[in-house]
C-alpha cells in the first residue's frame, strides 16, 4: 500500500517534555509537509521540505523543527512543548510544489 | 493568494446531488482550483482540480465559470460517506516557492442523512 503514514496517532504529555512525530510516505513523492490542525478545525500550514530545502511558516515557534532522514521521511519534534500546542498534526505530500497533496491521517498531540 | 468563499453548511439525503460553490473574486489567471475534503480523524483528500470550464472524474465534477470567480463542485448521488468538510482552494501553479502551498480556509460542511 502506497500512501502516507504517521505515527503514533495520539499522544498526551506534559507541559516541557519533548515530542517527536513521526511521518513516511510511500508514493516516491519529493516534497513533504507538516500542517497543524488547531480546535477550530483551522489548518495551517507549518513547513514544506522539497529536494533538502525546508521552507518554513514565519508563524511557527521555533521549539518546532523537522527533521528528515530522505526524502520519503519528514518528522517533527516539538522541544518544549505548551498547552497551545495541542492540535492535530497532518504530514502531506506531493511530487513537487504544484502537485496535489496526500495526507496522513493525523496525529492527535495533548499537552495537560 | 485569492481568497475564497464557500458557505459554511449544506444538508442533503442519500442519493441527492450536493452542489457546493465556491467564491474566488480575486482569482488570479495563474491560479488553479483545488477541491479537497475531511472526513473525521483523516486527514484531506484530494478530490479535484480545474482552471476553467467543466472537469470530471470518478469521484465528483467541477464546473467553473466564464470569468472564473465562481465554482462549483458536484456529488452525484451522495452517500454517508460523503459526509464531510469540503475545501476550496486557490492557488499559484506559477509559482515554485514557499508562496505556493496550499491554504485551507474553514471550508463547507457538508452532512449527509440516511
Known amino acids: 500500500e502506497t500512501a502516507v503514514f504517521q505515527t503514533p496517532n495520539y499522544h498526551v504529555t506534559q507541559v516541557g517534555n519533548e515530542v517527536s512525530f513521526n511521518c513516511k510516505q510511500t508514493?516516491?513523492?519529493?516534497?513533504m509537509y507538516w500542517y497543524k490542525q488547531d480546535s477550530k478545525k483551522l489548518l495551517k500550514i507549518m513547513f514544506s521540505y522539497n529536494n533538502k530545502q525546508l521552507i518554513v511558516n514565519e508563524t511557527v515557534p521555533r521549539r518546532f523543527s523537522p527533521q528528515s532522514s530522505d526524502k520519503a521521511h519528514l518528522n517533527l519534534r516539538i522541544k518544549s512543548v505548551e498547552p497551545e500546542d495541542s492540535a492535530v498534526y497532518l504530514c502531506?505530500?506531493?511530487?513537487?510544489?504544484?502537485?496535489?497533496?496526500?495526507f496522513g491521517s493525523g496525529t492527535r498531540l495533548l499537552v495537560i | 493568494l485569492a481568497k475564497t468563499t464557500q458557505p459554511p453548511s449544506m444538508e442533503a439525503y442519500e442519493g441527492q446531488e450536493v452542489n457546493v460553490s465556491c467564491s474566488h473574486t480575486n482569482i488570479a489567471t495563474s491560479e488553479y482550483i483545488y477541491w479537497y475534503r475531511q472526513v473525521p480523524h483523516q486527514g484531506p483528500q484530494f478530490i479535484i482540480q480545474g482552471y476553467k470550464d467543466y472537469v470530471v472524474n470518478e469521484v465528483a465534477s467541477l464546473f467553473i465559470s466564464a470569468d472564473r470567480k465562481l465554482s462549483t463542485l458536484s456529488l452525484p448521488w451522495v452517500s454517508l460517506r460523503d459526509a464531510a468538510v469540503y475545501y476550496c482552494i486557490v492557488t499559484d501553479m506559477a509559482t515554485n516557492s514557499a508562496g505556493n502551498k496550499l491554504t485551507f480556509g474553514i471550508g463547507t460542511r457538508v452532512l449527509v442523512r440516511p
Open positions: 508514493l516516491g513523492h519529493d516534497t
Open positions: 502531506a505530500s506531493s511530487w513537487d510544489l504544484n502537485s496535489d497533496y496526500t
